[in-house]
């Protein structure tokens, strides 16, 4: 298994790299649409929907959802201050607000979703469709100006919920305890949480003292942190849904490492969140 692990990341980490820096935003935002298609698919089955051929059309119908949205903004103008788009960030901040009162009280709160596929559909929803437009418009952002301004905020955030991950691994492992939340995911501890945390502040404070950027150190730091919270969250609440669904991963796409939703739960949250903060909260960049 951990030698399928690191062939595999061996094999993803430069493709994502070249898809950051390589691609034009039109060409980006298609490669994150056939992502977010691929996550739809692996969501219908945490929503109750076995049927291969169910999960198809979702992933169509998500495809197709975020390519409408696309294609009513003019000339591919991935403006945070569009209504639209601001909304899906905002809905983000939203949904996982509620995402983290459910995963507080599960397994009491299942019973108010566990059997409506209709609600596991709007999760996924807004999981997803925030994500997408995180990821996009962050490529855009002063695209006419850098071409690669973009891409090395969105490496950041990467690197950011990465870092975090493997700290929160490393003290855990050393450290661990008390555990986080037993009831949704047995394997974090309350030290590797902080762990992983610490190693997100380091992070940001390096990216914020050697990079020559427009933006605060604090007002960085903050946004910093609550987007690694919010991939603790993340990841989280796909445990959560993968438990109620009974499966141990979303999917089988990436040998070693499970399915899409796998690799990109922590992301799916801490990516709107942050943009959300850093551009309309704050109104930096």
Not at 84 to 103: E, H, K, R
Not at 178 to 183: E, F, G, R, S, Y
Not at 213 to 236: F, H, R, Y
Request: glycine content about 10%; proline content about 4%.
């Amino acid at each position: 298994m951990l030698k399928y692990r690191l062939i595999s990341a061996f094999i993803l980490i430069p493709v994502v790299i070249a898809a950051l820096f390589w691609l034009p935003p039109v060409g980006f935002a298609i490669a994150t649409l056939v992502v977010c298609m691929l996550a739809a698919w692996e969501w219908g089955q945490l929503s109750g929907f076995t049927s291969r051929t169910q999960r198809v059309w979702l992933a169509v119908l998500c495809g197709l959802l975020l390519a409408a949205m696309m294609l009513a903004i003019p000339e591919y103008h991935h403006s945070v201050h569009l209504p639209m788009v601001a909304g899906a960030l905002w809905i983000a901040l939203g949904w996982w607000l509620v995402a983290l009162l459910l995963v507080l009280t599960y397994p009491a709160s299942a019973s108010a979703w566990r059997h409506s596929k209709v609600l596991r559909l709007i999760f996924g929803i807004c999981t997803i469709v925030p994500f997408f437009w995180g990821m996009v418009v962050l490529r855009s952002w002063h695209y006419d100006a850098n071409h690669y301004i973009g891409a090395q905020w969105l490496l950041y955030i990467m690197v950011l919920v990465w870092g975090a991950d493997s700290g929160a691994y490393i003290f855990g492992k050393m450290f661990g305890k008390h555990k986080l939340a037993p009831k949704v995911s047995p394997g974090k501890t309350w030290q590797g949480f902080f762990g992983g945390l610490a190693t997100s502040a380091v992070i940001s404070w390096a990216f914020g003292a050697l990079a020559n950027l427009n933006v605060a150190v604090g007002v960085l730091l903050v946004c910093s942190l609550v987007a690694a919270l919010a991939s603790v969250l993340g990841d989280l609440t796909e445990s959560m849904f993968k438990r109620e669904a009974g499966i141990k991963d979303s999917g089988h796409l990436i040998p070693g490492h499970g399915g899409i939703l796998d690799r990109i739960d922590s992301l799916t949250a801490a990516v709107p969140v942050f943009v959300c903060l850093l551009l309309l909260v704050f109104g930096t960049l």
